[in-house]
Structure formats: structure tokens, C-alpha cells
């Protein structure tokens, strides 16, 4: 009870819609072309941004989305649609080249994830829900922060910001698991999978790359409490996202259909969360913005 009126207070509560400006600056966005990535996107370009690149799986779903943005806005020449498969490595690496080629790069909200209902691997033998929400996102953090620390500049702080969730705090990590060698490969296996713990945890798991990629921009040149990019992540609460359409079946999909509409935000209120979060400022680093809460 505790948990759907908690949920109910956050549909009908949404947060507060940001009006900063965002006028010269260069945003990515990566899960763009659908859900709260593309709300976020669209609300960046509203918000005056320079340039907003979608970085998206699809292209030809993300020539959509810079469409329908276009025509939501009434603004052109600002949205590029870039190749990013969150699943491949090669992939996350040319899209981090091509960024490195910006002439600067001031906002990149790392909001691309997975719900996996069923167990699958990636080409690389990691559960996908792991590979995508904590390993690829690590590695395109990683490969995004030296454009972001060269683009740093005394009036302005670039900001990375990862899309989590407040799913991360009700994990329990189970003694069986803190007794192995690599916890990360303990959640590596079929057997017992359940879809609801495996993507809280790989949200556990990429706070810890949240802050550790906190930790790589001290400033060199300044005082030890100042940094060279602002590193945070946020939850954008429960949105009607399309994060959970592998469940099908149309007894599913009525169920879902009506949790969504009692229980669950617009992306396009969802969006809100991961716009305001990038423009917090320094109190921000290394902490997690919640329904206009920032937090530990």
C-alpha cells in the first residue's frame, strides 16, 4: 500500500518545468527518439540550445523524432540525429570521436537504457541489462569526459548526467552475492533472473560509475573543491515510457495500460527531471536529483 500510494503521489505531483536557457550550448542525449529522452530533447531545443544531437540505435526512428521536435518547436538546423548502439563498443566509440570533434560540448544526458524481461546476452556475454544501464553507459562516460573537461570554462561547467532510478535504493545485494569475487559477474546468469531486481541493481550499479567518474574531474588548476565537470544523475520517476514493452499479451497490456494512467507520469513530465538536473550547479556533483530533490 505504502508503495502505490507513493507511486500515486508521484504521478499527480510532477516535478517543476525548468526554464533556464540553454542558449550556445551543445547537448547530447542518447535514447532520444522515444519516451523522456525524446521529451528531454525536445525541451532542450525549446529551451534555445545551440545544438541538440539524439543519439539514437535507429535512424530512421531518429529522423522521426527530430521531425516531430521540429514541428513541436518551431525551430530548425539544432537537432542531429547521430548512430549510437548501446549494445556494441565499437559503436559507443565512434560516437565518443565524433563528439570529441564538437567545438564544445556542454550537456550530455546519458539517459539510453534497457528492461529486459527475459534473460538475453549481448555479443559480448553480459546479461543485456547489465551491458546497456552499467557497462556501455560507463564506457561512454569514460570517452565523453575529456571533450566535456576541455570544454569547461570559467562562466560555464559542463554537466554528464546519467539517467538512474530510485529503484537503486531498495536494493538489497544478498549474502550469496557479497561473497564472490566479482559482484558485477554474480548477476551475470539465467538461472533466477527476475527482470524488476536485475534493473534496480544495474541502477545500483551505475551510481557507483556515477560517482567514480566524479572522482576523475577534480580541477588540476584550482582548489581541491572545485571540478571540471559537473557529474550527476537523475530519476525522471515512473514515466509511460516504452522501457517495458517487452511484456506482452493483451491481458498485460490492459493491466499496464491501466497502471500507467493511475500510477505513472507523462514523459513528458518525466522529461522535466533530466532537464532541471543539469542545471543545479557544483552542489550537484556526485548526487542524485529526485522529484526536485537532490539527494545523496
Not at 234 to 239: E, K, N, T, Y
Request: hydrophobic share 40%.
Amino acid at each position: 500500500m505504502a508503495l502505490l500510494l507513493r507511486f500515486l503521489w508521484q504521478a499527480w505531483s510532477p516535478p517543476a518545468d525548468p526554464k533556464t536557457s540553454f542558449n550556445g550550448k551543445n547537448v547530447i542525449v542518447t535514447g532520444a527518439n522515444t519516451g523522456v529522452g525524446f521529451e528531454a530533447a525536445a525541451k532542450f531545443v525549446a529551451l534555445d540550445a545551440s545544438r541538440v544531437i539524439l543519439g539514437v540505435r535507429d535512424r530512421t526512428k531518429g529522423d522521426r523524432a527530430k521531425s516531430l521536435i521540429e514541428e513541436r518547436t518551431g525551430k530548425k538546423g539544432r537537432v542531429e540525429v547521430w548512430q549510437l548502439d548501446m549494445n556494441s563498443y565499437d559503436s559507443i566509440q565512434d560516437f565518443a570521436r565524433r563528439a570529441s570533434s564538437l567545438d564544445h560540448l556542454d550537456v550530455a544526458v546519458l539517459n539510453a537504457g534497457v528492461y529486459m524481461v527475459a534473460y538475453e546476452e549481448s555479443k559480448y556475454g553480459w546479461e543485456e541489462t547489465l551491458q546497456v544501464n552499467t557497462l556501455s553507459t560507463a564506457l561512454l562516460g569514460l570517452l565523453l569526459l575529456p571533450k566535456m573537461k576541455a570544454s569547461r570554462s570559467e562562466n560555464s561547467l559542463p554537466v554528464l548526467e546519467i539517467v538512474s532510478s530510485g529503484n537503486h535504493e531498495r536494493v538489497t545485494i544478498p549474502e550469496e552475492h557479497r561473497r564472490v569475487d566479482n559482484l558485477l559477474k554474480s548477476y551475470n546468469s539465467a538461472n533466477g533472473y527476475n527482470a524488476l531486481n536485475q534493473y534496480g541493481t544495474s541502477k545500483l550499479f551505475v551510481m557507483y560509475v556515477m560517482q567514480t567518474l566524479a572522482s576523475f574531474v577534480r580541477a588540476s588548476d584550482t582548489a581541491l573543491e572545485k571540478v571540471d565537470v559537473i557529474v550527476t544523475s537523475v530519476c525522471p520517476g515512473a514515466s509511460k515510457s516504452e522501457i517495458s514493452r517487452g511484456y506482452n499479451g493483451l491481458v498485460i497490456k490492459a493491466a499496464k495500460a491501466v497502471l500507467f494512467a493511475i500510477f505513472a507520469r507523462t514523459t513528458e513530465a518525466g522529461s522535466r527531471s533530466l532537464v532541471s538536473g543539469v542545471t543545479l550547479g557544483e552542489g550537484a556533483h556526485g548526487r542524485f536529483w529526485q522529484h526536485d530533490r537532490l539527494k545523496q
